[in-house]
């Protein structure tokens, strides 16, 4: 199956400090998502990206499709302890395969 | 609207047992998946179903059996239960259409097999 590469696995940080994730993959994908999971529970959707080069945020989180469709990012600013979670990067190829395919997640703790 | 509602939220089986995990979601979404996360593994498809009566095998579909009778509701059944599938499992629905990958996922369920 699709492989996609997420990093880093973990990370540790104070709060207040500013985050980055990323997400790459040997296929191009149409459609690129962020997905946050809290300790137990399901994950919520983020950010949706549709184009490459797409900019696009959602309060103090910016994420970014790359330009070759391969890769993207995720930045969180000034992180507060609730973003406390595994975030997961998510490809879709559209159309009729449409199925997404997750990466293995960041498990983010934020020390207040 | 409740969503997805997975149930129950934990569940412990013995080797060899059956059991059903039931989801169902308020939304009137078309498309329903079945997910399993193992830890530091992301999340792997089992099944999915796109209406009523319309189901397929995902990436890891061995051991499970699913149904689809109505829209709403999308169980997961698991007939010999092995330690391998020992996991949490995840039910999601999107509308379809544009927006097919915008999944809603219910709570889980926890289950481990000894």
């Known amino acids: 199956g699709q492989q996609l590469n997420q990093s880093p696995q973990s990370m540790f940080i104070q709060e207040g400090e500013d985050v980055s994730m990323n997400c790459t993959s040997s296929s191009i994908f149409n459609t690129w998502l962020w997905y946050k999971q809290d300790p137990g529970e399901g994950p919520v959707l983020l950010i949706a990206?549709?184009?490459?080069?797409e900019l696009t945020s959602n309060g103090r989180l910016t994420a970014q499709f790359g330009i070759t469709r391969k890769d993207s990012f995720l930045n969180i600013s000034a992180s507060i302890p609730s973003d406390v979670g595994i975030y997961f990067c998510?490809?879709?190829?559209?159309?009729?395969?449409?199925?997404?395919?997750f990466g293995k997640g960041t498990l983010l703790t934020v020390n207040p | 609207n409740a969503g997805v509602t997975q149930t129950p939220k934990f569940r412990i089986l013995k080797i060899g047992q059956s059991m059903t995990l039931q989801c169902a979601q308020d939304m009137n979404h078309n498309y329903m998946y079945w997910y399993r996360q193992d830890p530091g593994m992301g999340l792997k498809l089992i099944y999915y179903s796109v209406g009523a009566g319309i189901t397929d095998k995902g990436e890891v579909p061995n051991g499970y059996n699913v149904s689809r009778s109505t829209t709403e509701d999308f169980p997961l059944r698991l007939e010999l239960a092995a330690p391998s599938q020992t996991s949490v499992y995840f039910c999601?629905?999107?509308?379809?259409?544009?927006?097919?990958?915008?999944?809603?996922f219910g709570s889980g369920t926890q289950l481990s097999v000894l």
């Open positions: 998510a490809g879709s190829f559209g159309g009729s395969n449409y199925k997404l395919t």
């Open positions: 999601a629905s999107t509308l379809g259409g544009s927006d097919n990958e915008k999944l809603f």
């Open positions: 990206l549709y184009k490459a080069g």
